[in-house]
């Protein structure tokens, strides 16, 4: 995924132009709320905003399921296991599969190191600056992207923002898989959302 998202050339895939074109297009006359799942949603807009800053100062409010972290050999192995193989992210994490992927996978992400960097810069360092509120969602219990890192990130992200004078929320579930907090409890999740864009937007 980090490969593919910023373009063999830098300049984006087809799907990451799209969604800069939908987002300008859109702007004028709507609120644009970005919803982004693990790190692929993570990745992704970040590489929508690597190939096209202009884009952040269009967007309303930002919501982050269960992300994000720094891709590690560890971390990719168990979520494509998990995805592929469509088990549950503890019981990848486990398994020969992931062990096997992980040793394989560490020269790859070793080259995609710089364009993932890239992407987390655009997050937090990027001028024009990604300010619109965040609201952070994830569990204690997450298999795949640990919630001390997701922690980690939301605060210091958060005081960012805080200094932009943007108000953001960070809510901890103590149960629920990874990218399972819907799934888990919909209306809680849903009511959170609610609070959220009430409160911030």
């Known amino acids: 995924m980090v490969l593919a998202h910023q373009g063999l ?9 799209h969604l800069c074109q939908l987002i300008r297009l859109r702007a004028p006359d709507s609120e644009v709320l970005v919803h982004v799942f693990s790190n692929n ?11 096209s800053a202009d884009i952040a100062p269009l967007v309303s409010a930002v919501i982050l399921d269960s ?14 296991v998990s995805a592929t193989m ?20 560490l020269p790859l992400l070793s080259v995609m190191d710089p364009r993932q960097r890239r992407a987390w810069d655009a997050w937090t360092v990027q001028k ?6 965040h609201l952070f969602l994830y569990s204690s219990r997450d298999a795949v ?7 980690s990130f939301a605060r210091l992200h958060c005081q960012r923002l805080g200094r932009a ?17 819907l799934r888990e409890d919909p209306a809680k999740y849903q009511d959170q959302i ?3 864009l009430q409160t911030h937007v």
């Open 86 to 105: 469509r088990v549950e992210a503890e019981e990848a994490a486990s398994s020969w599969q992931a062990a096997a992927l992980r040793r394989a996978i």
């Open 67 to 80: 992300s994000p972290c720094y891709i590690t050999p560890s971390v990719a192995a168990t979520g494509l």
């Open 194 to 196: 609610k609070l959220f």
């Open 165 to 181: 004078g943007v108000e953001s929320r960070i809510e901890k579930w103590s149960c629920g898989a990874h990218c399972g907090l």
């Open 41 to 51: 949603g993570f990745i992704f807009f970040g590489s929508c905003l690597v190939v």
């Open 128 to 133: 024009p600056m990604l300010a619109a509120p």
């Open 9 to 17: 050339r830098g300049k984006g895939t087809s799907k990451v132009r």
């Open 145 to 151: 992207v640990p919630a001390q890192d997701i922690e």
